[in-house]
């Protein structure tokens, strides 16, 4: 049973977030006018504040491990499991220059989703097929240019901790198009932050980077290797909060 006390700093944080998030994107409407080389380090700062108020009115506590495994300053494609909405705010500071991968719907939401787009971010039309996928690799090439960091989730939708569903085809296509290396990552943030949850309870959320997997193999094996290296982080990061995966 989920404590009155949590339910309070939920809500506390619910309000913070929104609060945070408009005011920031009044802000940003002369930024991205006029000075749209800020615009990422901008979207940074967000992510930055929101999960400081996250931190300490909710109580979770992030703990990062393999980040050697990353590519200084370099382009690299990110595959990381997706549980929560926590994701997709916390790799926007660990990595140097972020381009997250996301539906094009995200780009329609007012204030924030100009900011995306300002801020470097890859839209996919899901439903456009064909003409989807090349501009896909499109800006896979543009974001590898400009050695940016993209971030996939290629179970494409929030899952339960414990709940496999089938990688999309887009990350390796990705990957071996613009001769990037993958890097997996496992997390269980879903054990503090659920998918589409109010309640955010209190606890770590634990972040485990492997080591790059080279993007030299054809596609369908290229998503084995992911999925068999997040099974192997799975099994040799014991400190993870999850339901064990079949």
């Not at 496999?164 to 887009?170: A, E, Y």
Request: glycine share 6%; aromatic share 6%.
């Amino acid at each position: 049973m989920t404590s009155p006390l949590v339910v309070l700093r939920a809500c506390a944080f619910n309000v913070t977030f929104a609060v945070v998030t408009l005011v920031m994107g009044v802000v940003s409407l002369p930024l991205r006018a006029f000075a749209r080389p800020w615009a990422l380090g901008y979207a940074q700062l967000w992510t930055r504040v929101s999960l400081a108020c996250l931190r300490a009115l909710c109580g979770i506590e992030v703990r990062v491990s393999g980040l050697e495994h990353l590519p200084a300053g370099t382009p690299c494609v990110i595959a990381s499991q997706h549980q929560s909405a926590f994701d997709t705010l916390v790799w926007m500071n660990l990595v140097p220059r972020p381009a997250y991968v996301m539906k094009r719907e995200l780009t329609r939401l007012p204030l924030v989703g100009p900011m995306l787009l300002a801020s470097g971010m890859i839209a996919v039309e899901r439903t456009a097929g064909a003409k989807a996928m090349r501009k896909l690799l499109s800006d896979t090439r543009e974001a590898a240019a400009d050695a940016r960091q993209i971030v996939i989730f290629p179970e494409g939708t929030r899952t339960r901790p414990g709940e496999i569903v089938p990688l999309q085809p887009g990350l390796a296509a990705m990957a071996t198009h613009a001769h990037l290396p993958v890097v997996p990552v496992v997390t269980d943030s879903g054990h503090c932050w659920g998918r589409n949850a109010f309640i955010k309870r209190p606890g770590i959320i634990h972040i485990v980077i492997g080591a790059p997997i080279e993007a030299t193999r054809e596609r369908g094996a290229l998503l084995l290797a992911v999925r068999n290296a997040w099974t192997r982080l799975e099994a040799d990061n014991p400190v993870l909060t999850h339901v064990p995966r079949a």
